[in-house]
């Protein structure tokens, strides 16, 4: 994938020479209320993706669920909240703001967006610059995206 | 198979000091500097990928995330994969870690990863792994099972579980 930017380039420096490119974003880990209401929600909102399933439940209640088994075992691990866990507000935090997948087709990616306003959800659009994304929360209030290129250059 | 593929794109980091976030990322993961997208987050990647987007937080003194063991509902961490099956690769990040003074929080062999995970700057959970062979762990009934140290792998005292089974099966 090449990427062009919309916005002066910051000038700091590029990557220090690791030894090894880091090969790919893999997986985001949640913890939640419920753990089966959390994979049913993406279940139901990804439903039309290609190989999109939920690999299994495991030990201590863990769902692992990926679209791309054959070469991500998982894209999403979703596990239980310990007893007395509070929620974290995201937009309160310095931390992880929030975590962003790719729809590889415009189609795909409007599926999406009328399963989140079927659930009731108000999803916040952000089209332009060769992309169009949708960014939305789950039922814990935990932030993600989904965004798809529209056109040349697009990039998340 | 039709239809529209998925796959995991990147996380955004609201930091504290963007400066020190972008040169830990740099230091530890060989990020290249990407540029800024039109929200004026700071991307980083590699490969020309974008991988990570990092913007800073209004309140530096905001609370940061909770960490395990504490509790809590939220995201726990974030994973990205450093090379396929290449074992000395993580042991070379791994020392890289230690190299520039991360907080490594702890190492698990996954069996079919072998992972470890630390805090960045502003104390988010990380986790760099590198798969088992692939042809191994689409073959796994249950692959995400074991969650043994892999404190002593890294050391260079034993081998990671897949490797032992693949020296012991030869």
């Not at chain 1, 030894?19 to 790919?24: D, I, W, Y």
């Not at chain 1, 979703?78 to 007395?84: D, L, M, N, Y």
């Amino acid at each position: 994938m090449s990427v062009t930017h919309p916005e002066p380039h910051t000038g700091m420096s590029s990557g220090t020479g690791a030894g090894f490119t880091v090969r790919k974003a893999g997986h985001v880990v949640v913890r939640v209320k419920d753990p089966e209401r959390t994979a049913r929600f993406f279940e139901d909102i990804v439903r039309d993706i290609r190989g999109f399933t939920r690999k299994g439940v495991v030990q201590r209640g863990m769902h692992f669920l990926t679209s791309d088994f054959a070469d991500n075992h998982h894209m999403l691990l979703i596990r239980p909240a310990k007893p007395g866990a509070t929620a974290q507000d995201a937009d309160a935090l310095v931390g992880m703001a929030r975590v962003s997948f790719e729809i590889t087709d415009p189609t795909g990616f409007e599926r999406v967006v009328a399963r989140l306003i079927e659930k009731g959800i108000r999803p916040e659009i952000d089209a332009g610059h060769g992309r169009k994304a949708v960014r939305f929360r789950d039922a814990d209030g935990l932030p993600y995206e989904f965004w798809c290129r529209t056109g040349a250059g697009g990039a998340p | 198979m039709t239809g529209p593929a998925l796959h995991t794109s990147h996380l955004t980091l609201r930091v504290a000091d963007l400066g020190r976030s972008v040169r830990f990322y740099r230091d530890v993961f060989g990020f290249a500097d990407l540029g800024t997208d039109a929200d004026g987050r700071t991307l980083l990647g590699a490969g020309g990928t974008v991988m990570l987007a990092l913007e800073l937080a209004r309140d530096a003194d905001a609370p940061r995330p909770r960490v395990e063991p504490d509790p809590f509902i939220g995201m726990e961490h974030f994973a990205f994969e450093i090379a396929p099956d290449d074992f000395e690769t993580l042991r070379a990040f791994y020392r890289r870690l230690k190299a520039v003074g991360a907080e490594i929080h702890h190492t698990v062999d996954h069996i079919v990863t072998n992972s470890i995970y630390f805090l960045d700057p502003d104390r988010n959970l990380i986790e760099a792994y590198v798969n088992c062979p692939r042809e191994r762990f689409q073959a796994m009934e249950h692959p995400y099972g074991s969650l043994e140290s892999l404190d002593d792998a890294l050391e260079g005292k034993c081998l990671p579980t897949w490797m032992r089974e693949a020296a012991a099966a030869k």
